[in-house]
Structures are given as structure tokens and as C-alpha cells.
């Protein structure tokens, strides 16, 4: 998929605000730099860097995506061109880069990752935020995707944002306004088109529900966590109070763990795998997340 090198970064700025940067610079400075250079130099077969600054991939016929259910095929969702959480991440790895090299006392490098950086920010606002104050799901062209959907979040949530404080309001708003529920944020709003919200029936059935208002667990950690690099400690109850909902969850379906998904209308029943790593591990990292910003 064209985001696992996006995810890769992240992965390893996570490491580095655990090792620290010295540490990070030592094991993965070279690999990083060697992803960055991969995707600038066009060799990636589906991501491409347009003159705008934005990440361009082609999900028409292939899902490219975390959302990623197919029937016959063909993508239940072919969400193409300019995706909105590729381009978060690309702006989030691309300021990393920049203070990872500046870390490494590599002015040169320091300043071409800030300048690719600055393009995508500006590009990022011009083409995703909308009038309502939310973000596009994607643009491919004059193919504008209307939808509200959680995928937005990350520009929010992500330590290095291409968004001004009163944009991530909003967006994080309308996130809890339509996508919020107990057990994560659902993956479409109940007032768009086709909010599909019961993962149940037969695999075609389920696969059509997958991502159109199933709730995902995991979505919440970067939920949860935007709220709390917005509002700090005024947003603890709120986030402990969330968190207090997965506790059953954990003797319900497979002991201490979680499971794939939940149907996105009460009682918002788990479903699919009855394990889920990544759900597992947002909520331990929220968990982090909680005790950091309470001392």
C-alpha cells in the first residue's frame, strides 16, 4: 500500500520521543532519508509528489488505503488522487525530517525538507479544507469527496500539523459532533450518503458496511489525542471517561483484548476479528497519553 512508507515515519518518530533523537539519528537517520528520497525521485509506482507539494496515488481500481473492503475486485470505496491522512502524514514526516536533520547539524538537508514541507502545508489548506470546516476525504480533480469521514483527524492529531489552531477546532468538532461514539469514531457520518452502520449478513453484506459507519476503535486513540494537544488537562475526564468503555469490551469477546470493529448505532455490538493489534495498542498508547499530560 502506498501509505506504509508514511506509516514507517511515524512509527520511527514515535521511537525517537521514546530512545530520544540520538539514538533515532544512529539506527534510522539513513533509512529515513532513503524513504523521503524513494518517494522524491518518483519510485514509488503508485505515489508520486505533484508540483503542489501533495502526494498523488491512484486507488481507481485497487484499494490503496486502510479502507480497504473489495467486491469483485473492485474497491468498495476507490478513494483516489489527493488522500487526505497520505498528505497529513506526508506534512507530519516531512517537519520530522527537518528536525531530524537539523538534530544531525545538516543545515542543507534541514532546509530542503522544510521547504517541501512549507509547499504541502500550503497546498494542504488550498485543496482539503472546505467552507463547513472540515477536510475533503480526497480530491481527484473536479472529483471532490463530501463525505465526512475520520480520517481527517490525523491533521490534527499528528505532532507536526499543516493546520492553524482554529482549523483543528474545527475539524476536530465535527468529528465529535457526527463520528464520536463510546467505542471510537465511526468511519462515516450518519448524515452522508450511504451510512451503513451494522457490520452484519452475509461477506458481500459485510463487506459493503466495512468502512461505511462501522466504528473503529483505533481511529479514537488519534481522536483522543487531538483533543488533548488542543485542550491539555481541561480534556482528562473526557478522555478517561472514554476510555472507561473498553474495559467490558475486554472480557466480552476474546479475554484482554479488543475486537476488529463495532456497529456504529447502540449498543454498538463488537465485531470481525475477534483480536485487533491496533486497536489494542491506541488504547495503551491514549493510556500513555493520559498519564503524560496529568503531571
Keep these: 500500500k502506498p501509505d506504509v512508507l508514511l506509516w514507517c515515519i511515524w512509527a520511527i518518530q514515535q521511537y525517537a520521543k521514546k530512545a530520544g533523537k540520538e539514538s533515532c539519528l544512529k539506527l534510522y537517520y539513513q533509512l529515513l532519508r532513503d524513504i523521503i528520497q524513494f518517494i522524491e525521485d ?42 487526505v491522512e497520505f498528505n497529513a502524514l506526508w506534512y507530519n514526516d516531512l517537519k520530522f525530517m527537518e528536525s531530524m536533520a537539523t538534530e544531525n547539524k545538516n543545515p542543507e538537508q534541514a532546509l530542503h525538507y522544510a521547504e517541501l514541507a512549507a509547499k504541502c502545508k500550503e497546498s494542504f489548506v488550498q485543496v482539503f479544507l472546505n467552507d463547513y470546516g472540515y477536510l475533503y476525504d480526497y480530491v481527484d480533480g473536479n472529483m471532490v469527496d463530501w463525505s465526512v469521514r475520520p480520517n481527517m483527524i490525523l491533521a490534527v ?67 483522543l489525542e487531538a483533543c488533548l494537544k488542543l485542550y491539555k488537562r481541561t480534556r482528562l ?20 483484548t479488543l475486537p476488529e470493529l463495532f456497529d456504529g448505532n447502540p449498543p454498538y455490538r463488537g465485531r470481525g476479528a475477534i483480536s485487533f493489534a491496533m486497536n489494542v495498542a491506541e488504547v495503551l498508547r491514549t493510556l500513555e497519553l493520559l498519564e503524560k499530560y496529568k503531571y
Design 42 to 83: 518518483g519510485n514509488h509506482p503508485n505515489l508520486r509528489i505533484d508540483d503542489n507539494g501533495l502526494l498523488f496515488a491512484d486507488g481507481k481500481t485497487e484499494a490503496i488505503t486502510w479502507m480497504n473492503s473489495t467486491v469483485d475486485g473492485r474497491p468498495v470505496l476507490p478513494r483516489t488522487g489527493y488522500i
Design 157 to 223: 492529531a499528528l505532532d507536526y500539523s499543516p493546520l492553524e489552531q482554529s482549523q483543528k477546532k474545527s475539524v476536530l468538532d465535527i468529528c465529535t459532533r457526527e463520528l464520536l461514539t463510546p467505542k471510537g469514531l465511526r468511519s462515516l457520518s450518519p448524515k452522508s450518503v450511504g451510512y451503513n452502520p451494522m457490520y452484519t449478513g452475509p461477506q458481500t453484506q459485510r463487506d459493503y458496511a466495512y468502512h461505511q459507519g462501522t466504528v473503529w476503535p483505533w481511529l479514537g486513540g488519534f481522536y
Design 237 to 256: 475526564s473526557f478522555v478517561e471517561r472514554q476510555m472507561v468503555g473498553f474495559e467490558d469490551e475486554a472480557f466480552q469477546h476474546c479475554l484482554g
